[in-house]
C-alpha cells in the first residue's frame, strides 16, 4: 500500500530504504507535547470559525488528550511508515476518533505545524534554560561575596599584572552571564510569533482567525508573511548563536579552574564529586567537569555552523531540507543544559586557597604600577616613574626580592623622593582598596557589585 496520508496520487510504496532515510519520527517525537498543544488550538480555533463543529472539536481534543496520556506511559507506538512526530500522531487520532480526525489537519500544512511546534519546544527550553542561568548567577554571587577580600594576581598575557580580589574576578563571570541572560530574552522575543495559519506556503481559503489561534498558543501575535512563516528558522541559528556565546564564557571559567586547580597554581579547591581520578595514577584528581564543558563547547559552535550553512542558498519557501534543523537544535538544547546545571552546582562550591592566591600575587610584583602612582603623587611625571620603578623591579628579580620586602633605603636609591609612607601602597591589600570606584576590584565595590546584582535577579 501507498503511504495513506499522501498515497493518492502514487502507483507504488516509497521505497523501504527511502521511507527510513526520509523519515524523522526518531528524533522529532520530542515536540510531540507540543504538535497535540498546536493541534488542540488550531481545532478550537477551526470550530470558533465554523470550520468543524463543536462536537468535532471536543472529539478532537479528547482524541488527543488521551494520545498524549499514551506518549507519556510509554505506550504509543511510533511508526517509521508515519514519518514524523505530526503524521504519527494524526493517524493514531484517526484510529481512535475516525473520520473527524482527518478534518483536524484543514487549513493546514506540516510547514506551518513544524514551524510551530519547534517554536513552542524552543520556547519552553529557552525559558528553562533562562532559570537555570539565574541559577548559575546566584551560584556565582554567593561564592563572590564570600570572595570579596580574597586578594589573588590578576593577569594580562597571563603574566602577573595588579593584584585583584578574588570576588572581582568572580564578578566578571557574572557579568558574562548577564549579558547571555539578556541575549536569551532577546531571541525569545522573535520565536514567541505564530506561523499556523500559514499553511504548505501562501495561506489558506479557510476563514481562519490566526489572532485567536497565537492568543491560545500565547504567542505574541500570528507572522505577517507567510511564505517566510515556513521557511524562516532565524530563531534557531539566534538561539545556536546565543547559546555558542555562553558555551564561549563557560570554556574560559573552565580553562581558569583547570588551571587554578593544579598542583602549580593551586589556586582553588574543587570538590571531590565533581572529579574523576585516573585509572593507572592512584594520585590523580582530574577536574573533569570544568574539562568536558570546555571540550563540549566545540559541539555547540559546530552547530552554529551547520544551521547557517543549512539555511544559506535556500529559496523559498519551505524544503525537506529543514528538517535537518532539529538534531543540531536539540544537541544544543541538552548541551547547554547539560553544562549549565554542571557549573550551577560546582561554581558555589569552590573553595579559595587563600594564602596561595596571596603569595602569588606577592611574588610578581604586581604593586609595581602602584609604585609608580606614589610617584606621580609626588610631583613625578608617569612615563618617568615607569622608568624607575623598572629599574627597582630589575634590581628585586636580581636580588630575589619583592618591592615591598626592599627597605626605605633599597628604594631611595631608585628615587630620593620616596618616603616611608610608600609601603602602605606596596602591600597588596593597599593595592586593591585604591581602586575604589564603580568597576573597580576594591572589597568594598564588590561588594556594591554583589548587591546590585542580588537587586538585579531578584527583579526577574
Ligand atoms: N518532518 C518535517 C520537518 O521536520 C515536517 C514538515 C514536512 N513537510 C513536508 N512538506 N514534507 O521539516
Redesign the pocket.
Known amino acids: 500500500t501507498t503511504n495513506q496520508q499522501w498515497g493518492g496520487r502514487f502507483s507504488e510504496p516509497v521505497d523501504a530504504f527511502v521511507a527510513r532515510f526520509t523519515a524523522?519520527v526518531e528524533f522529532?517525537q520530542r515536540m510531540a507535547k507540543q504538535d497535540i498543544q498546536g493541534s488542540i488550538a488550531h481545532g478550537k480555533m477551526l470550530a470558533s470559525v465554523g470550520v468543524l463543529t463543536e462536537e468535532e472539536c471536543d472529539q478532537i481534543i479528547q482524541g488527543l488528550t488521551e494520545i498524549e496520556e499514551e506518549i507519556a506511559r510509554g505506550e504509543f507506538e511510533w511508526s517509521i511508515e508515519l514519518?514524523?512526530?505530526?503524521m504519527n500522531i494524526e493517524a493514531r487520532l484517526t484510529q481512535k476518533i475516525g473520520i473527524t480526525g482527518k478534518k483536524l489537519h484543514t487549513g493546514r500544512?506540516?510547514?506551518d505545524?513544524?514551524a510551530t511546534d519547534i517554536r513552542l519546544y524552543m520556547r519552553d527550553e529557552v525559558d528553562f534554560l533562562l532559570d537555570e542561568v539565574t541559577r548559575l548567577q546566584q551560584g556565582i554571587l554567593s561564592l563572590a561575596e564570600k570572595e570579596a577580600d580574597t586578594i589573588m594576581p590578576g593577569f594580562t598575557h597571563l603574566q602577573t599584572a595588579q593584584p585583584v580580589t578574588f570576588g572581582h574576578h568572580l564578578m566578571a563571570w557574572y557579568e558574562m552571564m548577564q549579558r547571555d541572560y539578556e541575549r536569551l530574552m532577546d531571541c525569545r522575543k522573535r520565536i514567541n510569533i505564530l506561523p499556523l495559519g500559514a499553511a504548505?506556503l501562501a495561506g489558506t481559503t479557510y476563514p481562519i482567525d490566526r489572532n485567536m489561534t497565537a492568543e491560545l498558543l500565547g504567542f505574541e501575535r500570528p507572522t505577517y508573511n507567510s511564505l517566510d512563516s515556513v521557511s524562516d528558522r532565524d530563531f534557531a541559528i539566534e538561539f545556536t548563536s546565543a547559546a555558542s556565546i555562553i558555551m564561549m564564557h563557560m570554556s574560559r571559567w573552565a580553562e581558569e579552574m583547570v588551571m587554578w586547580a593544579s598542583a602549580q597554581f593551586n589556586f582553588i579547591y574543587l570538590p571531590d564529586r565533581f572529579c574523576t581520578g585516573s585509572s593507572i595514577m592512584p594520585q590523580k584528581k582530574n577536574p573533569d567537569v570544568p574539562e568536558l564543558v570546555r571540550g563540549k563547547t566545540g559541539r555547540v559552535y559546530g552547530h552554529l555552523m551547520g544551521l547557517l550553512t543549512l539555511m544559506k542558498s535556500q529559496c523559498l519557501a519551505?524544503n525537506?531540507d529543514?528538517?535537518e534543523?532539529?538534531e543540531p537544535l536539540f544537541d544544543t538544547v541538552d548541551t547547554l543544559k547539560g553544562s549549565l546545571r554542571a557549573f550551577a552546582d560546582m561554581i558555589p562550591a569552590i573553595e579559595s586557597r587563600k594564602e596561595h592566591m596571596y603569595e602569588a600575587a606577592r611574588r610578581g610584583f604586581s604593586t609595581a604600577t602602584d609604585l609608580a602612582d606614589y610617584l606621580v603623587g609626588q610631583g613625578v611625571a608617569f612615563r618617568d616613574a615607569h622608568e624607575v620603578v623598572g629599574k627597582a623591579v630589575g634590581y628585586g628579580v636580581k636580588e630575589g626580592k619583592d618591592l615591598s620586602e626592599m627597605t626605605l633605603e633599597e628604594l631611595q636609591a631608585f628615587g630620593d623622593m620616596i618616603k616611608s609612607d610608600v609601603f602602605d601602597v606596596l602591600t597588596l591589600e593597599g593595592s586593591v582598596a585604591a581602586r575604589d570606584h564603580i568597576g573597580g576590584t576594591a572589597p568594598a565595590q564588590v561588594l556594591a557589585a554583589v548587591a546590585r546584582a542580588k537587586t538585579e535577579l531578584e527583579a526577574r
Open positions: 524523522s522529532d514519518e514524523d512526530v505530526h500544512s506540516r510547514n505545524q513544524v504548505a519551505y525537506k529543514n528538517q534543523d532539529k
